[in-house]
């Protein structure tokens, strides 16, 4: 499975962007779907899940009220649609796919099996 993310770029604060994670190979309709991002000196942290259906999403409470999680399956496809855009929320955002599929909670990176290259996401002030 290969998946690749893509749709950063550079928005002024408050702003939007919309971010794909497109899949190839392997049954990503089965798949968790998730997004992490790293900022420049600080750790990976965990932005949004959703599960297999799309039926369960998870959020970190920073983002809770800005940024939604989807899928389409038909596209094999994950977005992440991110809004009003803070400079905080500047970093490289990762996708990730967890072969399990059920999610009743954040997941660890360990329980991602497959993970995209990163697109990089800056907001200007």
């Known amino acids: 499975v290969q998946l690749q993310a893509s749709g950063g770029g550079l928005v002024q604060t408050g702003g939007s962007l919309r971010l794909s994670c497109a899949a190839s190979?392997?049954?990503?309709?089965?798949?968790?779907v998730g997004w992490f991002r790293q900022a420049p000196g600080k750790e990976r942290e965990f932005v949004a899940v959703?599960?297999?259906?799309?039926?369960?999403?998870y959020y970190a409470d920073s983002v809770k009220g800005r940024f939604t999680i989807s899928r389409d399956n038909a596209k094999k496809t994950g977005y992440l649609q991110m809004n009003s855009l803070k400079p905080e929320d500047t970093a490289v955002y990762y996708c990730g796919a967890d072969t399990y599929g059920v999610v009743d909670g954040p997941l660890a990176e360990y329980e991602y099996d497959y993970w995209g290259q990163g697109t990089q996401v800056t907001v200007s002030s």
């Open positions: 190979g392997g049954t990503f309709s089965s798949y968790a």
């Open positions: 959703i599960n297999w259906n799309g039926r369960t999403t």
